[in-house]
């Protein structure tokens, strides 16, 4: 529950430090041109973050699916922002350099948590994924009536206000935004993710990181001083009061969570070594100050799904095919595959396959499972086709999987 939540505030901080630049009157008609482009396209990842917080708030999706799209619109916004970034550089102008590091770091700092929390994005190759349906403004500000309604039977709902925070960001409502980050602060006091989002959340009203910001992102980094966004928030505000020695200090420490390599890696070790420049000190060498290289997954299960029979016709050639692993005791998938209703019955293998859960511990005993998605995308409905093994090793071979039922 807790990593889809934080993507929340991920995917805003990154938003709002390429927004708030032409407010403050920054840049040449070409550059404000180019930016507006990769703005809009931020803005409708943002309406739709906020419509899978309300999906999942309404029961319309679980947190598994909520989860997975999440993955894919933090991977799209890492790429928009990263054209902004690119459209800024080639108008040739010279913006403020506090936002300009701003933009070039917070994105990818903001993706690196996301990365750390849950991940890579393409386990379940998500440009499938089409829970995210469009919503109007009216509909949404409907929608937040009702979770406003809701809290004010439940009170102490802390998810719920956490909702409630990020879809005001989205409309841009940010003094309710803070409202509601200040309530859930005395409902789960001292969480590092609450006062990091609070903190993005006023530097948007204030117009800087430096002050409230800035304290409460120091706030964040006392309890976890490890956080990606909290140390990007901060490492900004020194920035923004020169102090380019202290910001490179903090991104660098948000470069060691990331494994040498890592394409991530890029823009963060960028915007430190031009704050190691303004501050008169050498640049970082190649993967210094990275973390060592990610270990390959121990899941190695193989084995052949098919089909019972009886529910041959019941599939057709475009239907989406999951299989994926989880643990013995349930909870979220550890891996998944994706294949098509046409190269059924298929041999399947996890060996070399992407880890959802980052580096949770790998239980001792998994159990594979499938799905013929009927909706096309990795939320179960009533009518998919479902299969399951029993127990296995995490390196059992020969595994034989039946999809032999339909889900009610």
Known sequence: MTAFIVFAGLLLAGALLLILPPLLGVGARRRREQARQSTMALTVLREQLAELDVELATGQIDAASHAKSREE????????????AEAAESANV??????????????????????????????????????QQGFTQAQVEEMVGTLEARLQQEPDNAEGWTMLARTYMVLQDFQKAAGAYERLDKLTPNNPDVLADWADVTAAIRGTVVGDAEALAKRALEVAPTHAKALALAGTAAYQRDDFATAAALWERILAQIPAGDDVAKGV??????????????????????????????????????????????????????????????????AALRFKGSELPLDFSFDGATMMMGDAPVPERVVVAARVAKGGDATARAGDLEGMSEPIAVNATGVRLLIDRVRN
């Open 73 to 84: 619109l933090e991977r799209r916004a890492l790429e928009e922002g990263e054209a902004a």
């Open 94 to 131: 010279q913006p403020s350099k506090g936002w300009a590091v701003g933009m070039a770091l917070t994105i990818p700092a903001c993706a690196v948590a996301g990365y750390l929390m849950i991940g890579e994005p393409d386990a379940l190759d998500p440009k499938n994924l089409h829970t």
């Open 269 to 334: 070790r960028a915007s430190i070594n031009e704050a190691r420049s303004k501050a008169g000190m050498p640049p970082l060498a190649a993967d210094e100050g990275n973390a060592p290289a990610a270990q390959s997954s121990p899941l190695t299960v193989a084995g052949r799904l098919e089909v019972d029979a009886a529910l041959g016709g019941k599939v057709a050639a475009e239907d989406v095919v999951f299989v994926f692993l989880r643990s013995e005791a349930g909870g979220p998938p550890l």
